[in-house]
């Protein structure tokens, strides 16, 4: 089982809808999360990070279940320009490192 | 502007040959990584590096070799010994632990 997975998608969706990505984790000792966005061919950019109350920016929303070990991204409003693949991370601190899900594509259609 | 700058955008090597990415950051972090994303995966973790002169290996370490003699700099060296190195390489940096990474624009490496 892989430490970090999400659905792959793709998620096609119309311009205006809700959409939402999850992504689980196994290692408990995970303590710092966060959504990348990925588009083609470019490098992921940091989106936001994942607090346990829940944070939001703009149309994202970004929540954290620490006793079930997921987080989950919400985008409203979807726009054509969030058409990307977005990447969950989940930081060992004690470790140093970041471990990454394989991404879900989202594209967004007229 | 601060940033990290990866080169060279592109990188041909040829059976046999070692090759080295360059990782240049003037963000002055101290965390440095590397990870590998082959088409349609996530990100795995090849080297990461928390201060200058120590590095330690990720999940895919092998043939591969790294160094950080200096805090700006991360080179990562794809050896003969790394039978499939068609990938794209990206090097990212953390300001501080807990916090997320900035990102390279990366380095396409394909084996001809």
């Known amino acids: 089982r892989k430490e970090v997975e999400q659905d792959p998608g793709p998620f096609n969706v119309p311009e205006g809808a809700t959409v939402a990505f999850n992504c689980t984790y196994s290692?408990?000792?995970?303590?710092?999360f966060f959504w990348y966005r990925q588009d083609c061919r470019k490098e992921p950019k940091l989106l936001m990070s994942v607090y346990s109350s829940g944070n939001e920016d703009g149309r994202f929303t970004a929540q954290l279940n620490r006793a079930s070990q997921y987080i989950s991204l919400l985008i409203r409003d979807s726009k054509l320009s969030d058409s990307a693949t977005y990447l969950c991370?989940?930081?060992?601190?004690?470790?140093?490192?970041?471990?990454f899900g394989d991404g879900t594509t989202l594209t967004v259609k007229p | 502007d601060g940033g990290i700058t990866q080169s060279p955008k592109y990188l041909f090597r040829k059976e046999g040959q070692n090759v080295t990415l360059s990782c240049e950051q003037n963000l002055n972090h101290d965390a440095m990584y590397w990870y590998r994303q082959d088409p349609g995966q996530g990100l795995r973790l090849i080297y990461y590096s928390q201060i200058v002169n120590d590095f330690q290996k990720g999940d895919i370490a092998e043939g591969y070799s790294v160094s950080r003699e200096k805090k700006e700099s991360f080179p990562l060296t794809v050896t003969s010994a790394q039978k499939n190195p068609t990938a794209f390489y990206l090097c990212a940096s953390q300001t501080r632990q807990g916090y997320g990474y900035t990102f390279g624009s990366g380095t396409r490496l394909t084996v001809v």
């Open positions: 991370a989940v930081l060992n601190t004690n470790a140093g490192k970041s471990t």
């Open positions: 290692n408990s000792a995970s303590q710092s």
